[in-house]
């Protein structure tokens, strides 16, 4: 059964452009504000099967949360319709409707009232709730005086104790000590257990893969995947490069100088002057020249892949043409995730990177045994530098490839950890 | 552990822009309990860090009654006997209308954060402000009723079922205009300045300060504005808890005889009643389609 369906959904955004609230500036402005139209969904379809938990992903402004509003009813959608069946509770944020100077128990009963119960239904559960939250102490305090945690948990004790078929969180769950967390966690696959229906906003790949069957990747308004969960975590990623690409490219051309922020993944001993941001072309002295015409990323078997499963030997390998290089290079292979963060530089003097000639037309390639990485679009990078710490040649952070990770560890690398209990008899 | 309700399990909502007038009078009515939770809200936190509490919500009322009473008996001077009754009387129910308006008006940009993150039929953001006003209004007619044993005055029970229909009139009126308030308002933040002055005015369209009687109503005849003057809803209704609540047409007072109501029989007024109902009701399902229709944008604008 389906429990959501979104058909043909649009959200049209009107956005002033300057605020006109007044009587007085509508009437100046002949009942007409200037304002420009922002499609926040564009024509999505979209059904949620009962039972089943599904992550929504994009970046921010992609429009997700807009969605989640839309099912959530607080956004009525421009064109078309969503049909929702079953009972829903949102958490678009945690205590919304929280007054501050009503107790925490009055506060209780209007936000699940808000929700959508009856105080029938808030009475039997108040208990429950209470103790969910961990407030019997405090629940007849005002809740101005909560702290923002104590606030938080009463907020998430009363949207997941108050029964709901459909779950809307957004991004919510990140409240909160680790062990409440973790409580968190509990009562939502609990709530999977028990056959109900979670639609979840979020960025982070990890939760989606610990957590979701589904998903359903947004970008700029548009659905640009809907499906099984890995494979939308693949479609984020290609959208986060994609976009990261874009902004680069047109950063390149904005400006050809040198920039300070690159200059830091340059190993720190060098002196280099950089001319070029790695489109291949030019180098430092004009005699000598680089230029990489291909970059092929290869599983064991020697076949060309973009991605690649955890734990597997990967090769990277650069094809070039060079011209006018007589003398002994230093090269530097370097892993960068999607954020630009180092996940693996080798030390420039390294002798084992030393190239002692390039020839005019070759390929240099680095060999991954067991690639450690877990999960992730990581970029490549390959530096080439003289005796005199001289940058000859650099091709910064354009080729990427992604890895899956078949196992249901999170984080950058795999580790190999092997617990071990000892009982003292 | 959590308790399930199947009986729930079936019920199936559509989100649109498009919403029949049906679908949001029955979603209003199913989220009734929410409006009495709001209005508990609202009580409860009006008054909460004010020393002296809830007792300003009738201390308000009672200072404003004082200074009319005071303009009206002393030094305007209108003769009408026992005047603080009369007053009262029409008091009580303008100061429903103005005081829910008043505040209705800004009562969605007001909850703004609950629009933006919770759904819920808005309209119960200004009723619950009605509701408020309402409890006031409970509270004054105590007050009144006190004031009448004490004073040992006499209303004309045999027509106290006329307030029956004169309540109806005000609350559905009164919710109307607050629900058309409380949008509009979010657009044009005018409104809330524009009903300050409006009610002012309007305050003395009907007849709770002066008498409807003699000269006045002559004076609206020859002009042929006497049907206006009838057509404000206020002026009905505050006509009608006079005659309720103070009762007697004629009056003598110290041996001359003083033409304080108009003497209009129980089925003139039942007839008029009817009337301001079914204007009242149509202005009610305007204001809901307003409402709905405006609705839509309220995320953008706030």
């Keep these: 059964m389906i429990s959501v369906s979104i058909e043909g959904v649009s959200k049209r955004f009107r956005l002033p452009d300057q605020r006109f609230n007044s009587l007085k500036e509508r009437v100046m402005h002949f009942g007409k504000v200037p304002y420009h139209e922002f499609w926040a969904l564009k024509d999505i379809d979209l059904e949620i099967q009962e039972g089943t938990t599904t992550g929504l992903l994009g970046r921010n402004g992609s429009g997700k949360s807009t969605l989640l509003k839309c099912i959530a009813g607080i956004l009525q959608p421009t064109n078309g319709q969503i049909v929702v069946k079953g009972r829903l509770a949102s958490m678009l944020e945690l205590g919304s409707g929280f007054h501050p100077d009503l107790s925490g128990r009055d506060n209780v009963y209007l936000n699940a009232s808000l929700l959508g119960f009856t105080k029938k239904d808030i009475d039997i559960r108040f208990d429950s709730i209470v103790e969910f939250a961990e407030l019997s102490e405090f629940i007849d305090s005002q809740v101005k005086h909560y702290s923002s945690g104590m606030y938080a948990r009463l907020g998430f004790a009363v949207a997941v104790n108050v029964d709901p078929d459909i779950l809307l969180v957004d991004e919510v769950l990140a409240v909160g000590d680790e062990a409440f967390q973790n409580k968190c966690m509990d009562r939502i696959k609990q709530f999977q257990a028990e056959g109900r229906t979670i639609i979840l906003v979020t960025h982070g790949t990890d939760q989606v893969r610990q957590v979701c069957d589904y998903a359903a990747v947004l970008s700029k308004g548009n659905l ?71 970059v092929t990323f290869r599983n064991k078997m020697g076949e060309k892949i973009n991605s690649i499963p955890s734990g597997e030997s990967l090769s990277v390998e650069f094809g070039y043409n060079s011209k006018n290089i007589n003398e002994d290079l230093f090269s530097v292979f370097s892993i960068y995730t999607v954020r630009g963060e180092t996940v693996y530089q080798n030390y420039l003097r390294d002798e084992l990177y030393s190239i002692l000639a ?19 679009t990581f970029k490549v990078s390959l530096g080439l530098y003289d005796s005199q710490n001289r940058c000859v040649f650099l091709r910064d952070s354009l080729d990427s490839f992604s890895v899956t990770n078949p196992t249901k560890n999170t984080g950058f690398v795999n580790i190999i950890v092997k617990p071990v209990v000892e009982i003292d008899s | 552990m959590v308790v399930r309700t199947s009986s729930t399990r079936d019920q199936i909502r559509v989100v649109s822009a498009k919403k029949g007038l049906k679908a949001t009078v029955a979603e209003i009515y199913s989220r009734r309990e929410l409006l009495v939770f709001m209005v508990k809200k609202e009580l409860s936190t009006k008054y909460r860090n004010s020393t002296m509490g809830f007792a300003w919500s009738m201390l308000n009322p009672a200072f404003m009654l004082a200074v009319w009473y005071f303009v009206f008996s002393y030094v305007m001077r209108n003769g009408i006997p026992d005047f603080v009754v009369y007053l009262m009387g029409g ?37 619950a402000k009605v509701g408020q006003a309402m409890v006031f209004f409970v509270l004054q007619l105590i007050v009144l009723a006190l004031t009448m044993l004490i004073i040992q005055f006499t209303p004309n029970f045999s027509q106290l079922y006329l307030l029956v229909p004169a309540m109806i009139d005000m609350i559905v009126f009164t919710s109307a205009l607050c629900i058309l308030a409380s949008a509009l308002n979010v657009f044009y933040r005018d409104i809330q300045h524009f009903l300050e002055v409006l009610l002012f005015g309007w305050f003395f369209g009907a007849p709770i300060v002066y008498s409807f009687t003699g000269n006045l109503v002559s004076g609206l005849s020859r002009y042929h504005v ?24 004629n009056v003598i007072n110290n041996g001359t005889v003083v033409h304080v109501l108009p003497n209009y029989s129980t089925d003139w007024f039942l007839a008029v009643l009817g009337a301001v109902f079914l204007g009242s009701m149509l202005l009610l399902l305007i204001a809901l389609k307003v409402f709905s229709k405006l609705e839509v944008n309220f995320a953008e604008e706030l």
Excluded: C
């Excluded at chain 1, 390149?252 to 922020?261: G, H």
């Excluded at chain 1, 020839?359 to 992730?376: A, N, V, W, Y």
């Design chain 1, 224 to 294: 640009v995947y809907k499906g099984d969960s890995l494979e939308s975590i693949r479609s984020y990623r290609d959208i986060l490069v994609n976009d990261a690409n874009s902004e680069e490219a047109a950063h390149v051309a904005a400006s050809t100088e040198t920039t300070a922020d690159t200059a830091d993944k340059i190993p720190e001993d060098s002196e280099h002057s950089r001319l070029d941001l790695g489109n291949g072309k030019s180098s430092s002295a004009l005699e000598r020249y680089v230029e990489v015409t291909s």
């Design chain 1, 358 to 376: 390039l020839g005019e037309k070759g390929t240099i390639k680095f060999d991954i045994e067991q690639l450690p990485l877990l999960d992730g």
């Design chain 2, 91 to 127: 008091l009580v129910a303008w100061n429903f209308f103005a005081v829910s308006l008043q505040s209705a008006s800004s009562a969605v940009i007001e909850n703004a954060g609950l629009v933006n993150k919770v759904s819920f039929p808005r309209e119960i953001l200004a009723l």
């Design chain 2, 226 to 249: 006497l049907i206006f003057y009838l057509s404000d809803p206020m002026a009905v209704i505050v006509m009608t808890f006079d005659r309720v609540l103070y009762g007697k047409a």
